[in-house]
């Protein structure tokens, strides 16, 4: 686990602590006291004192809440010897940390400050060197609490930003060393129900509540002056107006964010990428519908690759159906697609493009279905018309791949079986084409189908030897054949030595089960 990414949480938590404290305790507060009482010069230091002192102490206390709160997510990341429990508990930790943080900020934070601040000013009325009624302390206190409830919902809202680039971490590292996600597996840790009633509590009703407890003050103390009362209440007033915008925004954020996640994660599933799930990031009822998300993709991979193995069963049926109405070329279709995927490795496919090469390869003589049997197992030469029939096979074979709906790519598919009997000088056919207007599967497939069908037994005549087959497949090269991929072919065959790559005759069914 990275060190770094844990200290860098920390350090964004204590920032975001620091200043939403300062700007809490010393600049609403202090406003509040020192805009709202009329002190003297030396009030006011005692004042300023008192509120240091009272900072300096909550922080104190705060610190070691704070520390015994993210031990289990830093003993995550200083152990070498993880485990998934272990990961799965500061997973959980970090969900429920936003929470921990409002609790701090209502229990040791309020208290750790209100508790001396409290001692000291009835201390210094006491002994009158503070002259302020002790009512106004009980009223203090009630501000304490409502400006500690405005700044942990401010807390609580940039704690679930924070968290979640930590999330992400400990959910990769779980998925690279383990192969397990991490998850709440559905379950909230608080609501959307809530998050509402206590950013509405918070960020509407509490501020005014400070206002009319800090409105009782000043007409106390300004009964005389209605202009100075305004001055003071239209400064009030901006302040409680500008920490509900505040609020207001990280509350839309807070939902806004994961909606725009799971449009994200769909837009994925409807262009096809079904590797990705989305992160699971929040300790709501969206952890519940980005958790069921996940669970879908994970149902519609399976399902996908159920239909793939039902669909190269089909495939290799029909493949099965054309060898045993021709018994001469059974094995034909699978020795091509072992050949075709031989030369695809060595050019460098993808495992998709390999998988479809296979396919197309298989069913590469397909359209052979469609040719009549007197021409099909004819034993001696054909005529010319009948060799015009036999040529018609490729489009038959395209037309009916073409019927198969519901798989992605099948054009490719496609391609190889329409024409992987044009010649890269343009003497083939179905259409004539020559060179790179070829399709790739259709000259990967031309060289590997020649192949087999010089080096396989016919009624009529004995296979080539292999050396023989390779010379004339050297010598087409750029003629019959791309030159590239014959030239892959012939080195592959000569070349035993790569065992991975060369495929023999005897082993090209074996090898053809277990590729791709």
Not at 312 to 319: D, M
Not at 408 to 429: A, K, N, Q, T
Not at 481 to 493: R, T
């Amino acid at each position: 686990m990275n060190l770094n990414s844990f200290l860098k949480f920390r350090k964004q938590l204590l920032h975001n602590y620091i200043l939403g404290s300062t700007l809490a305790v010393l600049g609403v507060g202090g406003i509040f006291i020192f805009f709202t009482l009329t002190l003297t010069k030396k009030e006011f230091f005692i004042m300023g004192a008192i509120l240091g002192i009272s900072f300096i102490f909550m922080t104190f206390i705060e610190y070691f809440a704070f520390t015994k709160d993210i031990k289990p997510i830093f003993d995550v990341y200083k152990n070498d010897q993880l485990n998934l429990s272990t990961l799965q508990r500061a997973f959980n930790r970090l969900h429920y940390f936003p929470i921990l943080t409002f609790k701090r900020i209502m229990g040791p934070h309020l208290f750790g400050l209100s508790t001396p601040a409290v001692i000291m000013a009835m201390f210094f009325i006491h002994i009158e060197l503070l002259s302020i009624p002790y009512t106004f302390v009980i009223l203090a206190i009630i501000g304490a609490v409502l400006v500690a409830g405005m700044h942990g919902i401010i807390e609580f809202f940039l704690t679930i930003k924070a968290i979640q680039p930590l999330l992400k971490e400990l959910s990769q590292t779980a998925v690279n060393r383990f192969s397990q996600s991490l998850s709440l597996e559905g379950k909230s840790v608080i609501s959307i129900r809530r998050k509402f009633q206590l950013s509405f509590l918070y960020i509407s009703v509490f501020p005014i509540l400070l206002f009319g407890l800090a409105t009782q003050v000043k007409l106390d103390i300004l009964r005389e002056s209605v202009q100075n009362y305004w001055t003071w209440a239209v400064l009030i007033i901006l302040i409680g107006l500008a920490f509900a915008y505040f609020g207001s925004k990280l509350l839309f954020l807070d939902v806004h964010q994961p909606i725009v996640q799971l449009q994200e994660s769909m837009k994925n599933i409807q262009e096809g990428n079904l590797t990705i799930k989305t992160e699971e990031l929040y300790s709501d009822e969206f952890a519940g519908l980005v958790s069921g998300f996940n669970h879908m993709v994970d149902a519609i991979n399976i399902r996908d690759k159920q239909n793939q193995l039902m669909f190269e069963s089909f495939l290799e049926s029909l493949s099965a159906a054309l060898d045993a109405r021709d018994p001469y070329t059974a094995g034909h279709s699978a020795r091509v697609a072992a050949y075709s995927l031989s030369i695809g490795k060595k050019y460098g496919l993808s495992s998709n493009e390999l998988s479809l090469l296979k396919k197309s390869a298989i069913l590469h003589d397909i359209g052979k279905i469609g040719i009549p049997d007197g021409i099909l197992l004819k034993d001696g030469k054909l005529t010319d018309e009948e060799f015009d029939e036999i040529k018609k096979h490729p489009v038959i074979g395209a037309n009916i791949v073409k019927q198969v709906q519901g798989f992605s790519d099948m054009e490719l598919v496609i391609e190889g079986i329409m024409f992987h009997h044009e010649r890269y000088d343009g003497c083939g056919y179905p259409r004539g084409i020559s060179g790179h207007s070829i399709p790739l599967f259709g000259r990967i497939i031309a060289v590997a189908d020649a192949f087999d069908a010089m080096t396989s037994n016919r009624p009529y005549r004995n296979g080539m030897v292999i050396e023989k087959a390779l010379a004339i497949i050297e010598e087409g090269k750029g003629t019959q054949w791309d030159p590239e991929f014959a030239g892959i072919f012939v080195n592959l065959m000569r070349n035993p030595i790569n065992t991975e790559n060369t495929v023999s005759l005897d082993t090209s069914q074996e090898y053809l089960t277990n590729t791709v």
